[in-house]
């Protein structure tokens, strides 16, 4: 019994060290951003953003796959510049921010990508409708202290979305052929992280 007592000290031992190399660090609101474009009248594309956003990201820099990111952002904060635009976008032909104020990505496996790449696969759920998604993530940054000691890190991210996977459909038809909006959403996140003390 003793025998088993020491090996068990041992092996847990042994795990502090890779434990203690999991950090949890929580995204930047005020240096990061939740962009976006689509395509528009089939001739350009239109950049958005939504301004507010919060979320947690557990790095494991031991095993890089066991990290865990977590994202919230407030539906209701869109902004393409344009008024007319945006009060259409929260209304229920599109985002119905009264019905559904946020949505959320939430990590399920994180994989190496390349040299210096990963893909983190998660739930992203909009407009009440969770579906699969694939963010493509680069440029994860060693740690650096800012003037006021605080640690951060940053990374990029990128995903392709259809909206008409999450409900999302309005539209209307051009007499030119095509339609107002595209339904391929491209997704950009520019991600500075903080770590919590």
């Known amino acids: 019994m ?15 060290p ?18 976006f474009k689509v395509r528009h009248l089939m ?12 979320g947690t990201v557990e790095i494991n820099d031991t ?26 976008l929260r209304s229920a032909d599109f985002f119905d921010v009264a019905k559904y104020p946020t949505m959320t990505f939430v990590s399920k496996k994180v ?4 040299q210096n790449g990963l893909k983190v696969t998660g739930d992203l759920t909009i407009h009440g409708v ?8 680069e440029g994860l940054s060693g740690e650096s202290k800012d003037p006021w000691g605080n640690i951060r890190r940053g990374a990029s991210a990128s995903a392709k979305v259809n909206r008409r996977d999450f ?23 520019e991600v500075e992280m903080v770590k919590t003390k």
């Not at 003793?2 to 502090?16: D, E, G, H």
């Not at 919230?72 to 902004?79: K, M, Q, R, W």
């Not at 994989?111 to 390349?114: K, S």
């Open 2 to 16: 003793k025998n088993i007592i020491r090996i068990i000290s041992v092996v847990a031992l042994l795990s502090l």
């Open 18 to 35: 890779t434990l203690a190399l999991a950090t949890t660090w929580n995204i930047d609101p005020d240096h990061s951003s939740v962009g």
């Open 43 to 54: 001739v350009s594309n239109v950049k958005g953003n939504f301004e507010k956003h919060s």
């Open 63 to 88: 095993d890089i796959t066991k990290s865990k990111v977590a994202i919230t952002i407030d539906t209701a904060s869109i902004n393409t510049n344009v008024t007319k635009r945006d009060e259409h």
């Open 111 to 114: 994989a190496r990508a390349g």
């Open 130 to 137: 969770t579906r699969e998604v694939i963010l493509d993530v």
């Open 167 to 189: 409900g999302l459909t309005w539209n209307k038809a051009l007499e030119t052929g095509g339609v107002v909006v595209g339904d391929e959403v491209n997704i950009v996140l």
